[in-house]
Structure formats: C-alpha cells, structure tokens
C-alpha cells in the first residue's frame, strides 16, 4: 500500500531552527511536495524535490533522498507566524498525490 | 501565480436541502480538478478527481451519488452535496491542476468552503 508518515505535532522556540521529517511508500514516484496549512484555510505550497538533494528557498529548505523514500523540511528563524500544519504529498506514478497527515507545529516565544 | 477561487466561502444548510460549490481557475486551464474534505485536525482526504468532459473518478468509500461532480469546462468545477446530513459539515477543498506541458503537477487549491448542516 501506499503511506506517508510524518510526526503528528512539534514544538520549537521563536528564532531557532526544526526540522520536519517525512518517509514515504507510494507505487512509483514522481516527486514529493511540502505544503503548509494554518487553520481554517487551505494548504499554500512550499517546495517541490524531485531530485536527490538540498532546494534552498529564503529561510525554508527541502530535502530529499529517493533511495531512502526520506524528505525532510527545514525551517529557520522560526517566527511565531510559522505556526501551522506542515503537509508532505507524494505524487506517485499515476501523478495523483498521497497524503501525510500533517505535522502541527507550534512555536514558542 | 496561479489563482484558484472556491464560492461560497462558508454556507450553512438544514438537513435534508443540497449545496452547490464552485471552484473556478483564474488565470490558467485545468485538466483536472480535485476535491478534497477535511475535518477538525485531520489531514486531507481525496473525495474525487474529475477531469474535463469527463465523469469524475470517486475514491472508495465516497459516495458518488450523494457528492455530484460536474467539470464543465476548464475553468469550472462544481461539487454538489446532496441531501446533506449532519455528518457531512466539514471544510471542502478544491485544487486544479494546471494543463501546461512542463508543469511539475502542483496543484494550486482554492480557499476552501466551510459546509455546516443544521
């Protein structure tokens, strides 16, 4: 089957930096796809990797190791507007997107 | 950038009446169109995609009969709820897929509708 997992909520202090993993089983694979999702409204999109590596965008970053079915969101000079769901999306070889449940996370002054 | 827009953005209904919402692409042509529920802290879930000029592909368990698909044009979808009940308040979500060759498959999302059935 297909499965996405990312943990469910983390917690990190105003100006530091934290790191959101994701691991992924999908038949095929045609890139993975970071979201975030404050409450109440929809998701708004981050990155995409399709490739194995680093993509760097301001103070957010994703990672990706396809050997390993791994990704991982970085997030520095967390502020307090950063507070949201963090979504992980596979899109799998019939390019439809396999779901995470979402990473809450909460920032602390 | 890419504009989806859903209307309306929160509808409240009794129980029993249908609701109709739209999703609409602004400035490009969608292929595809996806509808999504979520619920309170809960992630995602597909419903359905549809494709223009074509009937939609329901995910199991979404009854298709209950939340009808219309995707007329490329710009256009609509998803209506049926006889709606209780348990069918949620936050629908739609997104489109752009048809422009090279596009990495993103999907852009409307805002979102906030269903409440009384």
């Known amino acids: 089957g297909q499965n996405i997992d990312q943990p469910t909520e983390m917690t990190a202090t105003e100006g530091a930096i934290v790191q959101i993993n994701c691991t992924y089983q999908?038949?095929?694979?045609?890139?993975l796809f970071w979201y975030q999702q404050h409450a109440g409204e929809a998701p708004t999109f981050l990155s995409y990797?399709?490739l194995d590596g680093l993509e760097e965008k301001g103070r957010f970053s994703s990672f990706l190791s396809r050997s390993k079915g791994y990704s991982y969101l970085l997030l520095k000079e967390l502020q307090m507007k950063d507070s949201a769901s963090y979504l992980c999306?596979?899109?799998?070889?019939?390019?439809?997107?396999?779901w995470g449940a979402g990473t809450k996370l909460i920032i602390k002054p | 950038g890419a504009v989806v827009s859903q209307h309306p953005s929160r509808v409240i209904c009794k129980s029993g009446t249908s609701v109709k919402i739209e999703c609409r692409s602004l400035?490009?042509?969608?292929?595809?169109m996806f509808w999504y529920r979520q619920f309170p802290k809960q992630s995602l879930m597909l419903m359905a995609t549809s494709n223009e000029g074509s009937k939609a592909t329901y995910e199991q368990g979404v009854e298709k009969d209950k939340f009808l698909i219309n995707h007329a044009s490329l710009t256009l979808s609509t998803l209506t709820v049926t006889s709606a009940h209780p348990e069918d308040s949620s936050f629908y979500i739609c997104s489109a897929r752009s048809s422009t060759s090279g596009d990495i498959y993103e999907q852009y999302f409307g805002p979102g509708t906030r269903l409440t059935v009384t």
């Open positions: 999306a596979a899109l799998d070889s019939n390019y439809q997107l396999i």
């Open positions: 400035d490009f042509q969608a292929t595809t």
């Open positions: 990797n399709v």
């Open positions: 999908t038949s095929g694979f045609n890139g």
